[in-house]
């Protein structure tokens, strides 16, 4: 790949405080791969004082894999890491000598086994609802609780809380909050670090809970900020784990001298997508302003089919799947696990074809998608933010390269859907 103009730009950054704004398929992953290659063949870094944070495992794992492909053995000094492995590693075990970490089934285990020794206290809720709630606490819909649910909902939180004091436990929710209160009351780690670090890089940056930057801003320096910040405000669809999309519309807020980068050539769709899904995040007020330039030009192909029930939704993606021979990748699409447990067990598998919800298949693209259940009450869910719903739908749109089709319910009086009717009017 040669990079374009604003990649350029991006990947010589330096220092300061930089964010990326990467839009779907702009070529994120090998900007960040660029910049840090740059970094250490420039020399204003060893490989071991570049940070890079993301939020899950495999993501993690591909950039290291990609930056030693590149440099070798140098490469594999690059700390790549999620944000909780990197406070176990490099605060909680250094600082915390005697402390043991719960993994998260015998986490759930306590949890469920101090539940049920107080179930008749919930009014018949079953247990595994009110372990649910409990491991929601910190959201907002608990406050919706009447009576004194609410206070019997903390009781059980503090009363495992006090189980981890009293063995010395600590759980993966903890590992954040405890290494931010570490820095946070120990100047000398806060230097060690700071010193340790030189460079620090966060992919994914729009997924960014309120507790992962807290803990970001202790990791840096107050009058040396050297981070680069990388995402897309409009694929911010994590906010039932506490994501914040503030934190990256809102940048200059929170960040002195920031240079903000705008990645907007799309490499992946052909422009029929592209301009679909740009028109449809468009309606979104709250959001980073631009637009996408489709890099592979026109010739894709867009199709909505209607579905009178969930049983003909299944014939009709059926169809589709058979007109696709094995050398087109699909990827069929779908807001909760339910809808895809009831398509596969009902369709013939296929080799070339990928089932999954929305969220899991954030980051992949396809040759063709199939996004199913598109449904009022179902997507848009409406006990969720519309925002973050039609974020929810503009990534399934975007994960599409050739071919996208859309299966849709209406409403009574045969009404169409509200996201299917938006997608109309984009045309």
Not at 102 to 111: G, H, T, V
């Amino acid at each position: 790949m040669i990079a374009n103009k604003n990649q350029v730009t991006a990947i010589n950054a330096e220092q300061g405080a930089h964010l990326v704004i990467a839009s779907a398929g702009s070529g994120k992953t090998y900007t960040i791969i660029q910049r840090s290659i740059a970094l250490i063949n420039k020399k204003l870094c060893n490989p071991d004082e570049m940070l890079l944070l993301t939020f899950s495992r495999k993501a993690a794992d591909e950039l290291k894999q990609r930056i030693v492909a590149v440099l070798g053995d140098a490469g594999s000094r690059v700390v790549a890491t999620t944000f909780h492995s990197f406070c176990l590693q490099f605060i909680i075990k250094k600082n915390m000598s005697d402390v043991r970490v719960l993994d998260e089934d015998i986490s759930q285990n306590i949890m469920k086994e101090i539940i049920n020794n107080h179930i008749a206290e919930f009014y018949g809720i079953p247990s595994m609802v009110v372990y649910k709630i409990v491991s929601k606490l910190q959201t907002n819909s608990i406050s919706q609780l009447h009576g004194d649910l609410y206070e019997k909902m903390i009781m059980i939180k503090e009363e495992y809380a006090n189980y981890k004091r009293n063995h010395n436990y600590i759980d993966f929710d903890d590992m954040i909050n405890i290494s931010s209160k570490l820095l946070h009351e120990n100047p000398l780690l806060r230097k060690k670090i700071h010193e340790q670090f030189k460079y620090i890089m966060v992919d994914e940056f729009q997924d960014t809970s309120e507790n992962n930057f807290v803990l970001l801003k202790l990791l840096l320096p107050e009058d040396k900020q050297n981070v680069f910040m990388v995402g897309d405000d409009w694929q911010s669809i994590y906010k039932f784990r506490n994501a914040k999309v503030e934190y990256i519309v809102n940048a200059k807020k929170y960040f002195n001298n920031l240079t903000v980068h705008s990645l907007n050539s799309n490499y992946r769709s052909k422009k029929e997508i592209v301009v679909l899904s740009n028109r449809l995040i468009a309606k979104n007020k709250f959001r980073s302003r631009r637009w996408i330039k489709a890099v592979r030009g026109s010739g894709g192909l867009i199709l909505f089919h209607k579905a009178s029930s969930f049983a003909e939704e299944v014939t009709i993606t059926a169809s589709i799947l058979g007109k696709y021979d094995n050398t087109h990748s699909i990827g069929v699409l779908y807001r909760n696990n339910w809808q895809g447990t009831s398509l596969q067990s009902q369709i013939q598998s296929y080799s070339n074809v990928q089932f999954m919800t929305i969220h899991s298949a954030k980051g992949l693209e396809f040759d063709v998608v199939v996004l199913c259940g598109v449904k009022d009450r179902l997507l848009p869910d409406p006990y969720t933010d519309i925002e973050e719903e039609r974020r929810l739908m503009y990534v399934a749109l975007t994960r599409a390269k050739n071919c996208l089709h859309i299966l849709y319910h209406c409403n009574y009086g045969n009404q169409k859907p509200q996201f299917v009717m938006e997608c109309e009017r984009c045309f």
